[in-house]
């Protein structure tokens, strides 16, 4: 079993940004892939980036790239999620993901571990 603990949300003016952490325990987190996913009211679960076991391979959604950076710190049991120049569509809950295995993809159903969500709202 693996646990996952999102932390970093909050409220932030548009154009700002903020970063997301989470950390996992109960497993070698090294043998995880790992994804960010986010969920805004009436819509269902999308990915927003994911990240191989060792850090060298990421891959984003096509509405973050070039403004969300994902990496992780394999020593510190924990992946971030950078978030630049925050947009009001950025506004969900961000769901922190675990799939076990070297690399993953953008389907939900691929992730075998989740976290409870951390809100991110982006006022315009």
């Known amino acids: 079993q693996v646990q996952l603990l999102e932390s970093g949300g909050g409220l932030v003016q548009a154009g700002g940004s903020l970063r997301l952490s989470c950390v996992a325990s109960g497993r070698t987190f090294s043998s995880f892939a790992m994804g960010w996913f986010r969920q805004a009211p009436g819509k269902e679960r999308e990915f927003v980036a994911a990240?191989?076991?060792?850090?060298?391979?990421?891959y984003y959604a096509d509405s973050v790239k070039g403004r969300f950076t994902i990496s992780r710190v394999n020593a510190k049991n924990t992946v971030y999620l950078q978030m630049n120049s925050l947009k009001p569509e950025d506004t969900a809950v961000y769901y922190c993901?675990?799939?076990?295995?070297?690399?993953?993809?953008?389907?939900?159903?691929?992730?075998?571990?989740w976290g409870q969500g951390t809100q991110v709202t982006v006022s315009s």
């Open positions: 990240i191989n076991w060792r850090g060298g391979s990421t």
């Open positions: 993901a675990a799939l076990t295995g070297a690399w993953g993809g953008e389907s939900r159903s691929d992730y075998d571990y």
